[in-house]
Nanobody, 118 residues
Framework: QVQLVESGGGLVQPGGSLRLSCATSRNSLITFDVSWYRQAPGKQRELVAG???????NYAEYVKGRFTISRDNAKNTVYLQMNNLEPEDTAVYYC????????????WGQGTQVTVSS
């Protein structure tokens, strides 16, 4: 069992920045592909960005150029740097880890709230 803990959410003004962290203290993420998803009230959960165990990244079109996903395997942590935030980015952000070879091993964190408002 992999326990994921997200942190770094909060209230920020439009144009501001936040860095989210997805960490696990008891397991290694080195063999996992990790993605960030978000879910706004009344909307479906959607993919924001992902990073493979090898370091390849992908982004949703609406965050390209503003968000950056990265990982520090030594710290068992994946980050989502969010810049130039917009009110439309308001959502609960979740991280998901899927084993790179055993896709049935999939884990979710509890989520962290991001609110972009003036």
């Amino acid at each position: 069992q992999v326990q994921l803990v997200e942190s770094g959410g909060g209230l920020v003004q439009p144009g501001g920045s936040l860095r989210l962290s997805c960490a696990t203290s008891r397991n290694s993420l080195i063999t996992f592909d990790v993605s960030w998803y978000r879910q706004a009230p009344g909307k479906q959960r959607e993919l924001v960005a992902g990073i493979t165990s090898g370091g390849s990244t992908n982004y949703a079109e609406y965050v390209k150029g503003r968000f950056t996903i990265s990982r520090d395997n030594a710290k068992n942590t994946v980050y989502l740097q969010m810049n130039n935030l917009e009110p439309e980015d308001t959502a609960v952000y979740y991280c998901n880890a899927i084993h790179s070879r055993l896709a049935f091993l999939s884990y979710w964190g509890q989520g962290t709230q991001v609110t972009v408002s003036s």
